[in-house]
């Protein structure tokens, strides 16, 4: 991202940080909020809010783990259905809350009975066209399976917001699994699937994307600083 500049540095003699490192900092303030096993048990927030989206084993926990810089806030697990709350995480210097980072429960586990499945795929649904304060969505797709019909149907779902104005992101989580020749084609593939929408490689194990997607949250949640 060249286009849009991040956080302006704090008045010093010292060296101004890049944007992308205070971006990086910021995600470090990370804290676990509370966590809501359903959509009603959700506190309302009055910052902007981050929803990490998709399939189950996705990666989207690692990945919160990634872009914080910390080892357990998210639950991570080889396990798939690991996280069956929303979790929410508060973000902000000085214990100041300036936004919220939210990891909900991957879909299409196989193994989940299929009233839970239909249940959860309400939940999320109705959590991304209600949420107030969702300023972003980052959906986690394995470039390996593709996107998958649930993926597809949450796209549809937040269409809509998106055209509104809300900010999205495609983030293709353990790229360290693919070549370059495989990696530039589940970009190409994947940016044609979301219609142009932002598409991003990443890596927790390679730390592949962080610093872009640092900044770009950073920016979605600081848009009059942008
Ligand atoms: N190689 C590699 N493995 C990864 C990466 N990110 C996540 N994983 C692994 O993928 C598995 C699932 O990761 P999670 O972060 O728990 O996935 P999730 O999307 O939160 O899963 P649910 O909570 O079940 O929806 C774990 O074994 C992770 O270690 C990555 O960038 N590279
Ligand atoms: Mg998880």
Request: with cysteine.
């Amino acid at each position: 991202m060249t286009s849009t500049p991040g956080p302006r540095a704090p008045a010093s003699s010292k060296p101004e940080p890049t944007a992308a490192a205070q971006a990086v900092a910021w995600l470090h303030t990370a804290r676990f909020l509370t966590t809501a096993p359903r959509l009603e048990h959700l506190p309302a927030t009055e910052v902007p809010e981050i929803a990490f989206v998709g399939r189950s084993n996705a990666g989207k926990s690692t990945c919160i783990n990634t872009l914080t810089q910390q080892k357990r806030l998210a639950f991570a697990s080889k396990t798939p259905g690991r996280t069956q709350a929303i979790n929410l995480f508060a973000l902000g210097k000085q214990g100041l809350t300036d936004a919220v980072l939210a990891d909900l429960p991957g879909y299409g586990y196989a193994a989940v009975p299929k009233a839970d499945k239909i249940r959860w795929q309400q939940v999320m649904a109705n959590y991304l066209v209600t949420r107030e304060n969702l300023a972003g969505v980052v959906m986690l797709v394995d470039p390996r399976h593709g996107l998958t019909e649930l993926d597809e149907i949450l796209l549809e779902v937040i269409r809509p917001r998106v055209e509104a104005g809300m900010k999205f992101l495609v983030l293709l989580t353990k790229a360290d699994k693919l070549n370059r020749a495989e990696a530039n084609k589940a970009l190409s593939i994947a940016r044609l699937q979301t219609a142009g929408g932002e598409v991003k490689l990443f890596s927790a194990l390679k730390k592949q994307g962080v610093e872009e997607a640092s900044l770009l949250l950073w920016n979605w949640a600081h848009p009059e600083q942008t």
